[in-house]
Structure formats: structure tokens, C-alpha cells
């Protein structure tokens, strides 16, 4: 019995009570961009390509209440959402993308969910690439 409670509490310790990964990126034109490298460190015309994008994926789900761009920032290497970017599109896009944190309340629901774009320049206009939640 002492056994069993030891190992029990060695696990509880030693195991993390929830991972800090993301869920993988999923396409949204099925393909991934190619940036244009010189204009990605600017995120102008950004938010409202974003509330665009959102306007029509929100109409289309009856269960959302109300939405919210929360930040929108360069995606980092050392962001969680940083790998599931790479796996999904290669190195080159995932240096040049911007992450775009959304809350959004339900109907269904009480608390909040949150949702993350991701976008990059080509050819002069931004693209909504990716979409990942938790």
C-alpha cells in the first residue's frame, strides 16, 4: 500500500498537470504563403483584414456571442504556437507570421474560448493562413 501511494504521489509530481503545446495549425486556403520578407515587420492593414475574416467565419457559427481581437504581435520562437506554425508551413513563413489572439464568448457556454490566426504579406495584401485554438 505505501508502495503504491509513493508512486502515486512520485507521478503527480513529476508528471505536469497540463502542456503548455498547442494544438496543430489548420490551413485555411490549403495551402501555405509565400511572405514577402521586407514588408512583414509592419502589421498595417492587419486588423482589419483580421475583423474581416472574422466577421465571416463568426456569421457562420450560430453558437457565437460576441469576439474580440485581444493581440496581434510577430509570431516568436519561443511562442508555443511557434512549432505547430513550422510543422505546418516551413521555417520561412513561420518567421514571418504574425499571431493574432481572438476571445470569443458563446452562447452555449460561460467562459470565454480563444482562437489564434496566422498571417503573413503576399503580394502586397495580407493572408489569414492558419487558425489553431485551445
Excluded at 15 to 21: D, F, I, K
Excluded at 44 to 69: R, V
Aim: aromatic share 8%.
Amino acid at each position: 500500500m505505501n508502495r503504491y501511494i509513493s508512486a502515486t504521489l512520485v507521478i503527480f509530481f513529476l508528471l505536469p498537470m497540463s502542456s503548455n503545446a498547442a494544438s496543430p495549425v489548420q490551413l485555411l486556403q490549403g495551402k501555405c504563403p509565400t511572405p514577402i520578407l521586407s514588408e512583414v515587420n509592419s502589421k498595417e492593414g492587419l486588423p482589419s483584414k483580421a475583423n474581416s475574416l472574422l466577421a465571416g467565419l463568426m456569421a457562420t457559427n450560430q453558437d457565437t456571442k460576441t469576439w474580440q481581437i485581444v493581440s496581434i504581435s510577430p509570431l516568436k520562437k519561443t511562442s508555443h504556437y511557434y512549432k505547430p506554425a513550422l510543422k505546418a508551413c516551413k521555417k520561412k513563413v513561420a518567421d514571418h507570421t504574425f499571431l493574432i489572439d481572438v476571445l470569443i464568448t458563446k452562447k452555449s457556454v460561460q467562459l470565454p474560448v480563444r482562437m489564434h490566426l496566422f498571417a503573413t504579406k503576399e503580394k502586397k495584401e495580407w493572408k489569414i493562413w492558419g487558425l489553431t485554438s485551445y
